[in-house]
């Protein structure tokens, strides 16, 4: 079966740096995604890796390794604002996204 | 921009009920997707359409049926609605052809089945 996995819950203090990880075991592989999502809110797009490597995005960076079928996020200087889940998602060999169950980021001042 | 449009925001629904939830975009995106959200848990796929006229199921489509008949809308119908309903429903879309194009959500609806 095809499988996402994120930790349920993470705590980092406010100005540090916290980095959330993402293992997949999937049928095929077209792509992987971050999306934050604010409670009572829709997902919102952070990122998008095909290729291994870093890329970085202001605060927010996303690694994606294909070989390793592992990803992370890394966010800086962290802002209470950034208290949210955070979703990793890969797109398969039939481009259908498989979802994780999200990872509760809980910021502290 | 109005985007990714999906009413209604709230509803209860008692045992057996039907109800529509409606879905528009207004971006020109031929993919168009149902989610549905538990608590804490991942986005799991009802149905999908790539384009006016064609529908597909999705992981979990039992209960709900879908339509595409323009591009700009695909509502998801309830029949018969059930307590294992109760989540918060995700319209979404995405154009064709770019794999890594960003998929735009609906701001959710919340639906209560009693």
């Known amino acids: ?109 | 921009n109005a985007g990714v449009t999906q009413t209604p925001k709230f509803r209860i629904l008692k045992i057996g009920q039907s109800m529509t939830l409606q879905c528009t975009q207004d971006m020109n995106h031929n993919y168009m997707y149902w989610y549905r959200q538990d608590p804490g848990m991942g986005l799991k796929l009802i149905y999908y359409s790539v384009g006016a006229g064609i529908t597909d199921k999705g992981e979990v489509p039992n209960g709900y049926n879908v339509s595409r008949s323009t591009t700009e809308d695909f509502p998801l119908r309830l029949e018969l609605a059930a307590p294992s309903q109760t989540s918060v429903y995700f319209c979404a879309s995405q154009i064709l052809g770019d794999s890594g194009n960003t998929i735009y959500f609906g701001e959710g609806s919340w639906l209560t089945v009693v």
């Open chain 1, 1 to 109: 079966g095809q499988n996402i996995d994120q930790p349920t819950e993470m705590t980092a203090t406010e100005g540090a740096i916290v980095q959330i990880n993402c293992t997949y075991q999937t049928s095929g592989f077209n792509g992987l995604f971050w999306y934050q999502q604010h409670a009572g809110e829709a997902p919102t797009f952070l990122s998008y890796n095909v290729l291994d490597g870093l890329e970085e995005k202001g605060r927010f960076s996303s690694f994606l390794s294909r070989s390793k079928g592992y990803s992370y996020l890394l966010l800086k200087e962290l802002q209470m604002k950034d208290s949210a889940s955070y979703l990793c998602a890969v797109k398969d060999s039939n481009y259908q996204l498989i979802w994780g169950a999200g990872t509760k980021l809980i910021i502290k001042p």
